[in-house]
């Protein structure tokens, strides 16, 4: 099945100032370029802005933070050099909070938990292997999980990760053998024809590196008639959040 290429629109903006921009990726969108020569999502982004305001001659844009092509949700650009420097040292220092939501046909086992793994990537083939103890060329991984409700044989898990590392979640939650719906790199038996796994990054909190106040980026799901299914789950636990749980 082709990809297909969208241009980023208003509606696909989730948070704008004059110094970072947050957009709702779609499954499917690169953030990057990379070597299959689409369009990559921060190339789109610059041209919104560059319309958006008249920049004929383009706009800066910096790369946060990424997610993976098969992923959707939060992303995160800066428009100054300044913010980008500032966004940078927050993510390295761990001063922001993330929240994912997966979906899974295993329920893990606990059903809540921390997970602390050494991550070795291939990249020539794209994929990450977890281990237990440190290897060579390893990097220390670690996120909070938790099951948050079940539906029709599938279950919704919250995910905090600690670190940022490639195909973190989708590695780790495989190692509990409860690989991400249509993962199949990972584990999972069949992927996806949209070319997407059921991995969303609900929520992106930070305090904002020059207005020095707190910032709280919600991503809406996706409507593909899957995600849909758990809205209301997904909706009692960012009230939870809300509340202070």
Not at 165 to 183: C, E, F, K, T, Y
């Amino acid at each position: 099945m082709a990809n297909v290429s969208f241009d980023v629109t208003d509606k696909d903006i989730l948070y704008e100032d004059n110094h970072l921009i947050a957009v709702n990726k779609r499954a499917g969108d690169i953030v990057q370029v990379d070597d299959t020569g689409d369009e990559p999502l921060d190339e789109k982004v610059k041209k919104y802005i560059a319309k958006k305001y008249n920049k004929p001659n383009g706009a800066f844009l910096g790369v946060v933070h990424r997610l993976d092509r098969p992923v959707s949700g939060v992303i995160l650009f800066a428009k100054t050099s300044k913010a980008l420097e500032r966004m940078n040292e927050l993510f390295k220092t761990r001063q922001t909070r993330k929240i994912y939501y997966a979906v899974v046909r295993n329920c893990p086992n606990p059903p809540d938990g921390n997970l602390v793994h050494w991550l070795v990537k291939n990249p020539k083939k794209n994929v990450t292997t977890a281990h237990d103890h440190e290897v060579k060329g390893s990097l220390r991984s670690e996120l909070n999980y938790r099951m948050v409700g079940e539906l029709n044989g599938y279950y919704l898990i919250q995910v905090n990760p600690i670190t940022g590392r490639p195909h973190q979640i989708r590695v780790q939650m495989a190692s509990l053998n409860s690989p991400i719906v249509g993962d199949n790199k990972y584990g999972y038996p069949r992927g996806s024809l949209r070319k997407s796994i059921c991995l969303h990054a609900r929520r992106l909190q930070f305090i904002h590196p020059v207005k020095n106040e707190p910032v709280d980026i919600k991503a809406p799901l996706p409507k593909d008639g899957f995600w849909e299914k758990f809205a209301h789950l997904i909706q009692d636990k960012d009230d939870d959040a809300v509340k202070g749980e």
